[in-house]
């Protein structure tokens, strides 16, 4: 089964900073998608890849897969109190019956 | 309008007792998931119906029934509660079976005393 691993586990960064979290597959990722999820609550989609070296933006967050297709990164601009959560990468097996399996998570606080 | 709602969105029990989540989506998906999230966030998918068909079903004990009356609804029965069942479990649905972002509930999170 497809394994994800996330790095870092946890961040804290102050407000106005850049930061990046890792996304790494023991396999070829097929879809690789990401995900915010605050505390206590649902988790709310940022974006899909699934072309290598395909890289998409939403506001200050920019998402990347690399050419291999089995790193995938997210790249915070300017952080800002509403970007803290945990983040989730989730990426789609083979076959006609996909089970969405998600990494680690990577648990980020941003300070004043 | 929310479109994917889960009820109860807390639940607090008792050691051996019976309970079950529903959920129902307004976005006409074909395909519905249930994923439990333990404590330390790790999300992990349990099972998973196409049309009212169960496609997935991971190594979960048998004491967790899912039933799907329709594509719309997914529900989740737990009989005879562990402790180690203490979680927040969440319903998703997607478009289609193998591609698509998944749209998640809120959560619901199951304490068992």
């Known amino acids: 089964s497809q394994e994800l691993e996330q790095s870092p586990q946890s961040l804290i960064v102050q407000e106005g900073k850049n930061l990046t979290i890792n996304c790494t597959s023991s396999k070829t990722l097929y879809g690789l998608y990401w995900y915010k999820q605050k505390y206590g609550e649902g988790l709310i989609f940022l974006m899909m890849l699934q072309k290598g070296g395909e890289e998409k933006s939403h506001e200050k967050i920019t998402a990347k897969l690399d050419e291999k297709k089995q790193q995938s990164s997210l790249h915070i601009t300017a952080s800002q109190p509403s970007h803290a959560g945990i983040y989730l990468c989730g990426a789609d097996g083979t076959g006609t019956a996909s089970k969405l399996t998600f990494g680690t998570g990577t648990r980020l606080q941003v300070t004043l | 309008d929310t479109a994917v709602s889960q009820t109860p969105k807390y639940l607090v029990t008792q050691m051996g007792n019976d309970k079950s989540i529903k959920c129902e989506q307004n976005?006409?998906?074909?395909?519905m998931y249930w994923y439990k999230q333990d404590s330390k966030k790790f999300l992990k998918i349990m099972f998973s119906?196409?049309?009212?068909?169960?496609?997935i079903n991971e190594t979960v004990p048998n004491r967790f029934s899912p039933k799907s009356p329709d594509k719309a609804h997914l529900n989740l029965h737990i009989n005879s509660l562990e402790l180690g069942d203490s979680a927040v479990y969440f319903c998703?649905?997607?478009?289609?079976?193998?591609?698509?972002?998944?749209?998640f509930g809120e959560g619901s999170r199951l304490t068992v005393l």
């Open positions: 119906y196409n049309n009212k068909e169960l496609i």
């Open positions: 976005l006409g998906h074909d395909t």
């Open positions: 998703a649905s997607r478009g289609t079976a193998n591609t698509g972002e998944l749209f």
